[in-house]
């Protein structure tokens, strides 16, 4: 498993999936949409290239490799996006 953190999402990726994929479809997708800081290494995606700070930095968020991996690859990509107070804002809506 390889997580890493942008700005504000974080992103879990099962590596044990990736050998299986023939597409690699989310390192495509980081080039394309996004400024490739997703690389292949050994054939597993990875951003050991860049120091934690340069992903954050680096990264823009667009959430191209989840899709594209859910699209094409193995579904081996997890983005979690939080967002400050909507656990208590849905909460609030649940009382009513």
């Not at 299986?20 to 949409?33: I, M, P, Q, T």
């Not at 951003?47 to 934690?52: A, C, E, R, T, Y």
């Not at 959430?63 to 939080?82: S, T």
Request: with cysteine; aromatic share 8%; proline share 4%.
């Amino acid at each position: 498993m390889m997580e890493f953190e942008e700005r504000t999402i974080k992103i879990a990726i099962d590596t044990s999936k990736c050998p299986e994929c023939e597409s690699k479809a989310c390192v495509e997708a980081c080039k394309l949409y996004s400024r490739g800081i997703l690389q292949l290494k050994d054939g597993i995606p990875s951003v050991s290239h860049l120091s934690p700070d340069e992903i954050k930095r680096q990264g823009t968020e667009c959430l191209a490799c989840e899709f594209q991996c859910w699209q094409n690859g193995q579904y081996a990509i997890r983005i979690e996006v939080p967002v400050k107070g909507l656990v208590d804002y849905t909460a609030k809506w649940r009382g009513r």
